[in-house]
């Protein structure tokens, strides 16, 4: 193959995978269904990949590192919310959770919208 269209080829699937990289950094990970205004969240498209992307590297079904409950069910995490106050510990500024910071604030703001609306599971 010719060095000069080689290197053209390379360039190209360079800046396409650039692209794509950026592309998928843009995106939040933790909640892959963006959601609609004025659309009630559910724990099953929602609050779970939430919890799945924030929560259970230490509320795992076995917790770790200290962790005192799972947040891995639908039970679990309606437990947490009126048992052991969840949203507080998620908005909070000197304890939050996770412990290696605060959720961003539209994940929060989801997760609290959730509680409001009732905590729908599906």
């Not at 679990?76 to 908005?91: F, G, K, T, Y």
């Amino acid at each position: 193959m010719n060095p000069k269209r080689f290197l053209n080829r390379l360039v190209t699937l360079s800046l396409i995978a650039s692209t794509v990289f950026l592309y998928n950094c843009n995106k939040d990970d933790d909640n892959p269904e963006e959601m609609q205004e004025g659309e009630t969240p559910t724990f099953t498209a929602d609050i779970q990949g939430i919890m799945a992307g924030n929560c259970t590297g230490c509320h795992a079904s076995t917790p770790t590192n200290g962790a005192p409950m799972s947040l891995v069910t639908y039970n679990q995490v309606v437990d947490a919310v009126n048992n052991r106050n969840l949203v507080s510990r998620i908005n909070s500024t000197t304890a939050p959770m996770p412990q290696t910071g605060r959720m961003n604030a539209t994940l929060r703001q989801t997760i609290e919208d959730w509680v409001n609306a009732g905590m729908p599971e599906n």
